[in-house]
């Protein structure tokens, strides 16, 4: 029990951040402990759990013996005393360490919609003219498929506004799935559906739900089903249950009803209205450098339909959520509204790993490319070619755009137009530097980039961008 690895009191660390923590004191304790842990992890709302193993219950029993063994014991009874401590500790550290265990999965639980729930919410579906469907990144978990999702999305006919693991979950061109505009569609809908979406910051807590409408709230968690309700929001039926399972349950229970087509067509229109005035901002020019917007809609025309898109940034990032399509469920990874920066090489060679016939982006801001950029050293070792693009305007710009116009000031903002595409080369892939001077290029140079991948080289653009005014305003979080 002691030693600087151990000295350090981590359950007071992960307490308050798990789901469940424990602490191993003997080695049959292993098993049972993690397939408790296991089950809670996947329980009710997935969440993380903490298992700390002191270091003599992972190591083999001839080992842990050679350090327990008392080379000088004091002589006498003290002696003795101190040589039958250690012993007997280490007889009940290992007792019962070879023994069978039951190793099998304990039973996950997911909690459900009632049928009565699910009925009440098919009548309101069925009266409404105007409905929409917030789907958040919880409606991707197991046990229903994103498929199965995807195909009752349909069925319903009705429009959808897809956030955080969702995006994707349509393809690239459905007529129900509206990308633009959802303040002003929520202000017009007769019914919502929140189908793991959570009423925080990114909804303006709740206060952009008109209160003519009805509101039907799925989620696993209670605290996030609520959150910020009878301030700005009131639910007209909350369910705490899979919001996954609860869309296939209510589109088997509205079969042959489908959304007056006339509402998700009024919304598409003006998805197209708000896209052409996107790409023809992404025409103009910036001061330095190229538009973000300009590059981005490049690499969306150009990726595979395949591909598997990382979002790993700020600024940058939030232009892509605008103008990237991801080609299917699942293909969009990025941390959700908790998470951090610098996820992007570990998120990006998993998905290679898992799909190593599929493209695989990632969309760096320069900031968050710091923090992961020695990834493409792993890249390399483990031939797992993936393909960066990196919006490098040498500033920690979501912040900066909130910054500047409060404290007039850009200090701790500010970065260097870095050359990350020789610390690719340098880590054995292959970097470029796209600017002004070759923008004329760009497309030749995402096709090379691609070709490389394809030919098993993990491959980065260094983008440089200048400044606009698009998504001016935004939470700098």
Same mark, same amino acid.
């Given at each position: 029990?002691?030693?600087?690895?151990?000295?350090?009191?981590?359950?007071?660390?992960?307490?308050?951040?798990?789901?469940?923590?424990?602490?191993?004191?003997?080695?049959?304790?292993?098993?049972?402990?993690?397939?408790?842990?296991?089950?809670?992890?996947?329980?009710?709302?997935?969440?993380?759990?903490?298992?700390?193993?002191?270091?003599?219950?992972?190591?083999?029993?001839?080992?842990?013996?050679?350090?327990?063994?008392?080379?000088?014991?004091?002589?006498?009874?003290?002696?003795?005393?101190?040589?039958?401590?250690?012993?007997?500790?280490?007889?009940?550290?290992?007792?019962?360490?070879?023994?069978?265990?039951?190793?099998?999965?304990?039973?996950?639980?997911?909690?459900?919609?009632?049928?009565?729930?699910?009925?009440?919410?098919?009548?309101?579906?069925?009266?409404?003219?105007?409905?929409?469907?917030?789907?958040?990144?919880?409606?991707?978990?197991?046990?229903?498929?994103?498929?199965?999702?995807?195909?009752?999305?349909?069925?319903?006919?009705?429009?959808?506004?897809?956030?955080?693991?969702?995006?994707?979950?349509?393809?690239?061109?459905?007529?129900? $799935?509206?990308?633009?505009?959802?303040?002003?569609?929520?202000?017009?809908?007769?019914?919502?559906?929140?189908?793991?979406?959570?009423?925080?910051?990114?909804?303006?807590?709740?206060?952009?739900?008109?209160?003519?409408?009805?509101?039907?709230?799925?989620?696993?968690?209670?605290?996030?089903?609520?959150?910020?309700?009878?301030?700005?929001?009131?639910?007209?039926?909350?369910?705490?249950?899979?919001?996954?399972?609860?869309?296939?349950?209510?589109?088997?229970?509205?079969?042959?009803?489908?959304?007056?087509?006339?509402?998700?067509?009024?919304?598409?229109?003006?998805?197209?209205?708000?896209?052409?005035?996107?790409?023809?901002?992404?025409?103009?020019?910036?001061?330095?450098?190229?538009?973000?917007?300009?590059?981005?809609? $490049?690499?969306?025309?150009?990726?595979?339909?395949?591909?598997?898109?990382?979002?790993?940034?700020?600024?940058?990032?939030?232009?892509?959520?605008?103008?990237?399509?991801?080609?299917?469920?699942?293909?969009?990874?990025?941390?959700?509204?908790?998470?951090?920066?610098?996820?992007?090489?570990?998120?990006?060679?998993?998905?290679?790993?898992?799909?190593?016939?599929?493209?695989?982006?990632?969309?760096?801001?320069?900031?968050?490319?710091?923090?992961?950029?020695?990834?493409?050293?792993?890249?390399?070792? $483990?031939?797992?070619?993936?393909?960066?693009?990196?919006?490098?305007?040498?500033?920690?710009?979501?912040?900066?755009?909130?910054?500047?116009?409060?404290?007039?000031?850009?200090?701790?903002?500010?970065?260097?137009?870095?050359?990350?595409?020789?610390?690719?080369?340098?880590?054995?892939?292959?970097?470029?530097?796209?600017?002004?001077?070759?923008?004329?290029?760009?497309?030749?140079?995402?096709?090379?980039?691609?070709?490389?991948?394809?030919?098993?080289?993990?491959?980065?653009?260094?983008?440089?961008?200048?400044?606009?005014?698009?998504?001016?305003?935004?939470?700098?979080?």
């Amino acid at each position: 029990g002691r030693g600087a690895l151990q000295d350090i009191d981590q359950m007071s660390l992960f307490r308050p951040l798990c789901k469940f923590c424990a602490s191993i004191r003997t080695v049959r304790e292993i098993v049972p402990t993690l397939r408790k842990a296991l089950a809670i992890a996947q329980s009710g709302t997935p969440g993380p759990v903490f298992i700390e193993f002191p270091i003599d219950t992972l190591y083999p029993y001839h080992l842990v013996s050679k350090e327990f063994a008392v080379k000088n014991p004091p002589k006498g009874l003290m002696g003795k005393i101190v040589s039958w401590y250690l012993n007997n500790h280490l007889m009940n550290l290992f007792a019962g360490a070879w023994e069978n265990r039951d190793v099998s999965p304990l039973p996950v639980h997911i909690p459900q919609a009632t049928e009565d729930q699910v009925q009440s919410c098919i009548e309101l579906v069925s009266r409404a003219k105007k409905p929409v469907i917030l789907l958040g990144s919880q409606a991707t978990l197991p046990p229903t498929s994103a498929e199965d999702i995807r195909r009752a999305l349909e069925d319903l006919g009705i429009p959808c506004f897809l956030g955080g693991m969702s995006r994707g979950m349509l393809g690239k061109d459905s007529p129900i $799935h509206i990308r633009q505009n959802r303040r002003d569609a929520l202000k017009e809908a007769d019914l919502v559906l929140l189908a793991g979406t959570v009423c925080d910051f990114r909804l303006s807590y709740g206060r952009v739900l008109s209160r003519r409408s009805k509101i039907i709230a799925v989620n696993r968690d209670k605290s996030q089903l609520l959150k910020n309700s009878d301030m700005f929001w009131k639910p007209t039926i909350a369910i705490q249950g899979d919001a996954g399972s609860f869309i296939v349950r209510l589109s088997k229970g509205l079969k042959g009803h489908r959304c007056p087509e006339e509402w998700p067509q009024s919304l598409k229109a003006g998805d197209s209205t708000k896209e052409n005035a996107n790409r023809a901002k992404a025409n103009e020019k910036t001061e330095h450098h190229l538009n973000p917007l300009k590059v981005l809609h $490049h690499v969306d025309e150009l990726m595979a339909e395949d591909s598997i898109i990382v979002a790993d940034g700020g600024d940058f990032v939030g232009s892509a959520a605008y103008i990237m399509r991801p080609r299917g469920p699942l293909r969009w990874l990025d941390p959700g509204a908790f998470g951090t920066l610098g996820v992007g090489g570990g998120f990006a060679l998993g998905a290679k790993l898992c799909h190593p016939e599929s493209e695989v982006w990632i969309v760096y801001g320069d900031g968050s490319l710091g923090y992961s950029v020695a990834e493409y050293d792993t890249f390399t070792r $483990h031939k797992t070619p993936v393909i960066s693009v990196v919006g490098n305007d040498a500033c920690w710009s979501q912040i900066s755009r909130e910054q500047v116009p409060i404290l007039g000031s850009n200090v701790a903002c500010g970065l260097a137009f870095t050359d990350y595409h020789i610390v690719t080369d340098g880590y054995g892939g292959k970097g470029y530097l796209v600017g002004r001077e070759n923008e004329d290029q760009l497309s030749d140079i995402i096709k090379q980039a691609q070709r490389e991948a394809k030919e098993g080289k993990a491959t980065l653009l260094n983008v440089l961008i200048g400044k606009t005014n698009f998504r001016e305003g935004s939470i700098s979080v």
